[in-house]
């Protein structure tokens, strides 16, 4: 991010244009919008630059820019159409302490103007750092139509209320009043009564809240999905908008932690295995604990809650302190990395089970059924089955496995940075140890990469 988002306060404010023609008028469009005090410098203003002056809206100076004229200016903009006289125009604002924009010349300038959409007091600003203004045109007019006229009215009123408001204790209690204001009262209210009736309906509305009793807090175990925050359900992402607090596993990467509510407070509880971790007895505490205190948690955890996530023990936590909780189920890691090998978890006449195994639990590496996946067709998503490769390889070929059979395994899957690694059970080992890195890892045995491979060539690596 090169350019960092403010919103400049710009209230008795100068701001200077220098520039007389059609360029200065469309920056003057939207500049008054503002409640700056807006001067004009030009030796030739266009006609509608005059008028603007006539009716006291700008200060027209008709000469050209000189030393000082941009002294104690917030902004100015150099929209001469020239672009000698726009540097020149530059190089004297900047000397007079003054932040300057060369229209459309992004790499001189100190700062862009953004595309708006203006529901004033509401606005919200696009930028591209002149990447795609295309884009960002295309992205004000969707949102130009998704947002009603009348939230600007609904923002107005609200905000004189927002004092009284303040009875309510902060937290959860006043945004669920300032959520149902705006979301559903408001745009009733002004459908039917107009603005007059937004008044007596916030005072109705912040009576029904205070008499309210305090919403008891709740846990929500959330499956973050494989890391792609696009395969996010959508009522995971809404509950991350609504929480309090979000206690997250170390896989959930921080594009996903990003949808939390600013205001959240954001809890690390990062488990790893075979290295260092918070206790499962101590996360469970945490939930117990905010939730006690009447806060909305979102225990967040990668993949689906319901697959080696120890959702039982949180479940079991919250139940005995009388905790109310529900689960939310995510797209596990089998799904994604099957997915991005073109790959199907089952398939007729070569599958008819399908097996999520661990590689490892809490007495070490796991047993399993080994005979069962030593048939041929038996297809198998391995979770944290790196380090215990060699283990797996050990005991499906003791009990017949084809040492052929493909094993394929995808680290980081569904992400940006994933890679596929494709084998055999023979190679597994020392496949994995060759290709390297630190990430998660998911095998899958008795599939190899079909479709995908061709498709993302940069994210496969063959050890035959």
Known sequence: ????????????????????????LAKLRILRKTTARLSVITEAPDPALQDLATKGQITLITRPFGPGDALCAALVYAATDDPAEDRRVAKLARADGALVNLVDNLEDSQFITPAIVDRDPVTIAIGTE???PVLARAIKADL???LAPSLGVAARVGKG?????EALPMGRKRREFWGEFYFDTAPQVIEKEGESGLAPALSALLSRHLAAAPAPGRVDLVGAGPGDPELLTLKARRLLDRADVVIHDRLVPQAILELARREALIIDAGKEGFGPSMSQGYICALMVEHAAQGAHVVRLKGGDPGVFGRLDEEIDALTQAGIAWSVVPGITAASAAAAGIGQSLTKRDRNS???LVTGH???GFAEQDWRGLARPGAVAAIYMGKRGARFIQGRLMMHGADPQTPVTAVENASRPDARVIATTLARLPNALAEAGGNSPVILLYGLAPRAAEAALPQLSEEFA
């Open 1 to 24: 991010m090169d350019h960092f988002p403010i919103f400049l306060a710009l209230q008795g404010r100068r701001v200077v244009i220098a520039g007389g023609g059609e360029t200065a």
């Open 130 to 132: 002149g990447a795609a």
């Open 144 to 146: 130009e139509a998704r």
């Open 161 to 165: 209320f927002r004092k009284l408001a």
């Open 353 to 355: 089970a399908l097996r």
């Open 361 to 363: 639990d809490m007495q």
